[in-house]
């Protein structure tokens, strides 16, 4: 089993790769402190103090998650996350305040925050709650898993070939397994058919991108019948595999 150098198990995201998470507060020294737990974890970290700074470093990093402080110098936390799910609308936020009040927790979920924490507060504290976010987010994986990609109730076993939902083994074709895999390694993550024809067919089909429709209607069958649907299409864009909500 991976582990971090504080013990916990390695996590990243589902292809593998380091986590990448962006820390915005205008404390340069909390910032910084921040910044070096969570590179402990093994994850690719950048800061920024104001809201100008996070929207470029954002766009540059395209972070799977945001440490967000409420009080920024040229705006506040709630603001800058609007801006920033026009960068990145899946991005997974955690909301640092001194302001321990209802409405402000309020206020933070209302604005697309994922969680919340009050100043002070411990660095383990930080850590394991955005652990827990991009889990449930199906953001990240932990390298014990692995061969297994998860994602929400979706398990896959990439060495034995298997495909659980809900504990229901779901049989494949080698194709509908390929294309599964590659949404399951991009979860929340649009991909468009000239993608998808690229990774999973290898090669080029001459304009034929119906046959990713095909497949895809092939899947939805077996993965989202008679269950919560997790393949979704965004029109004009692809396709997306997301967690269903709990």
Not at 49 to 68: K, N
Not at 101 to 115: F, L, N, Q, S
Not at 143 to 159: C, N, S, T
Not at 207 to 229: M, N, T
Request: hydrophobic share 40%; glycine share 8%.
């Amino acid at each position: 089993m991976n582990t971090t150098r504080s013990g916990r198990p390695a996590l990243t995201r589902p292809d593998g790769t380091p986590l990448r998470v962006l820390v915005v507060d205008d404390d340069p020294d909390l910032a910084e402190v921040l910044s070096g737990a969570l590179r402990y974890e093994g994850w690719r970290i950048r800061t920024a103090g104001d809201g100008v700074a996070a929207l470029a470093a954002a766009r540059e990093l395209m972070p799977d998650a945001v440490v967000l402080d409420v009080m920024l110098p040229d705006t506040d936390g709630f603001r800058l996350l609007s801006s920033l799910h026009t960068v990145k609308p899946d991005v997974c936020v955690l909301f640092l305040t001194a302001r321990d009040a209802v409405e402000d927790r309020i206020a933070g979920i209302t604005a697309g925050g994922d969680d919340y924490v009050t100043k002070p507060f411990s660095l383990e504290e930080v850590v394991a709650r955005l652990r827990g976010l991009l889990r449930r987010a199906g953001m990240a994986r932990q390298q014990e898993d692995g061969p297994r990609l998860i994602v929400g109730d979706l398990v896959m076993d990439e060495e034995a070939h298997e495909v659980t939902r809900t504990g229901e083994l779901i049989e494949l074709s080698p194709t509908e397994f390929e294309l599964l895999r590659f949404l399951m390694r991009n979860p929340r993550r649009v991909l468009s058919k000239t993608q998808i024809l690229d990774r999973v067919w290898s090669y080029d089909f001459g304009g034929r991108a119906h046959v990713v429709e095909l497949y895809i209607s092939y899947l939805r069958k077996k993965v989202d019948a008679g269950r919560a649907p997790m393949i979704h299409t965004v029109r004009g864009a692809g396709y997306v595999l997301k967690p269903t909500a709990s």
